[in-house]
């Protein structure tokens, strides 16, 4: 063992007996794993934030959403279905729909809604993770059940619907109650309104209150029916293999379905909410750096007053032969193990904060404003190993200012007046 090292350890274990200088190392350790935590958990909870929404959007849109120009009618949607699977590259699935806004009725209230018909196997896929109650187990939207109504203007089917949970609060509804769905026309085109009943038959919960509280699925069947569009869709929800070739295939797209169809990805859609996202990620570099900064301080100051303490000890060295140099990273090596212990420490209490969050949700956040009720989480090993690095690198830098003091140092008046 190299006597620098065999110093430092000496050093650091005498300071334990040295009240003052026992509580500036406990306070600077503290400094660097506050710090290290904090920027752990900072980069988590944003890294959660992107992820939570980006799934949250895509899954209850597409990555590319196809629609008539003017909300016209796409007839013929199966063969333009197939023409996009086989000749567009990188799909993965083309699910039509029908959809539009309509009123939607119980025994106590009414509530305007966007009720969008969807093929069952859509329906199971992106929204088996928000289902909290359903009727049946085998399927999220069942098909149609063969009731009479005594009201001849409802159809004599009746089909299950999916309403959000905040929805069904507000029209007070529960499963295996019944609704009342009221496609309104445009007045100009002289229509009386159609109705169809349906039974409550899966209740949702995604977080987003823009989701929750206005959008109500069915079957597409069902929908078609209710919009008289027989044969055509509204449009279509296409998933890629990779989202980031979505753009490209949205022109593809566009260029091979042709008039009236419309394509737009879900960054041009959400366009105002993922450039919120982007700007929620500026300011953090400036955060974690002031975060930073008040670590280096703690170590510059923790050194220098061991240096100030440690005067007497340094003559001694210099006097037996030691070189500045060697006496110098003597201070280096306690300055690296004060960022290492806080490092270490920092990011166990970053881990352990960001585990009992995930699984007790210490924290609530308004769905309104945020789209999600909980403080997302989410960890990955790059975040960890890039703050470690960081505060390693930092904590040798702010330990080489205060050592390089030693130099200044001179050895006969530190023997003559110690």
């Known amino acids: 063992m190299k006597y620098e090292l065999f110093i430092a350890k000496r050093f650091l274990k005498s300071n334990r007996k040295r009240g003052l200088l026992s509580f500036i190392n406990t306070f600077a350790i503290l ?10 958990i900072a980069l988590a909870i944003v890294g959660g934030f992107e992820k939570e929404l980006k799934e949250k959007v895509i899954g209850f849109t597409s990555h590319i959403h196809v629609t008539g120009f003017q909300n016209k009618p796409l007839p013929h949607y199966q063969e333009t279905s197939e023409k996009i699977l ?29 009720l969008k018909g969807i093929e069952e196997e859509q329906a199971s896929e992106l929204l088996s993770k928000y289902v909290v109650e359903t009727s049946s187990q085998k399927s999220v939207v069942s098909s149609q059940l063969s009731v009479v109504n005594s009201n001849t203007h409802i159809s004599h089917l009746i089909s299950h619907i999916i309403l959000g949970k905040k929805l069904a609060n507000r029209l007070n509804v529960k499963l295996n109650d019944k609704v009342i769905v009221f496609d309104v026309p445009n ?5 009386q309104p159609r109705a169809k009943q349906f039974v409550v038959g899966t209740i949702y919960e995604t977080g987003m209150a823009e989701y929750d509280d206005v959008i109500a699925f ?5 929908a078609q029916k209710l919009f008289q569009l027989q044969n055509a869709a509204s449009g279509f929800d296409i998933m890629m293999n990779d989202v980031s070739h979505a753009d490209e295939a949205a022109k593809q797209i566009q260029k091979l ?25 500026k300011p953090i570099p400036l955060i974690l750096g002031l975060i930073t900064i008040v670590a280096v301080v703690n170590i510059i100051g923790a050194l220098l007053m061991l240096i100030l303490e440690r005067t007497k000890d340094i003559g001694i060295l210099k006097s037996l ?39 007790y949700h210490f924290f609530s956040l308004s769905a309104d404003v945020y789209f999600m009720s909980n403080v ?42 110690s």
């Open 321 to 359: 032969g030691a070189s500045n140099k060697e006496i110098a990273k003597i201070f280096l090596l306690q300055g690296i193990f004060i960022g290492v212990v806080g490092m270490i420490f920092g990011n166990m209490l970053g881990l352990s904060y960001c585990l009992l969050e995930q699984k």
């Open 376 to 417: 997302p989480i989410l960890l990955q090993w790059e975040n960890f190993a890039i703050v470690s690095l960081c505060v390693l690198v930092l904590s040798f830098l702010a330990s080489f200012i205060p050592s390089r003091a030693v130099s200044r140092i001179n050895i006969i008046d530190t023997l003559r007046f």
């Open 31 to 40: 400094g660097i794993t506050l710090g290290t935590a904090a920027l752990v």
């Open 218 to 222: 069915t079957d597409l069947s069902s």
């Open 257 to 281: 379905a042709g008039y009236p169809h419309y394509a737009q990805t879900v960054f041009e859609l959400y366009h105002n909410l993922f450039s919120w996202l982007e700007l929620q990620k």
């Open 187 to 191: 007045i100009k085109d002289g229509i």
């Open 86 to 114: 086989k000749q567009v590259s990188n799909v993965k699935s083309v699910s039509p729909f029908a959809a539009k806004e309509v009123l939607i009725r119980s025994k106590e209230n009414i509530e305007g809604v966007f």
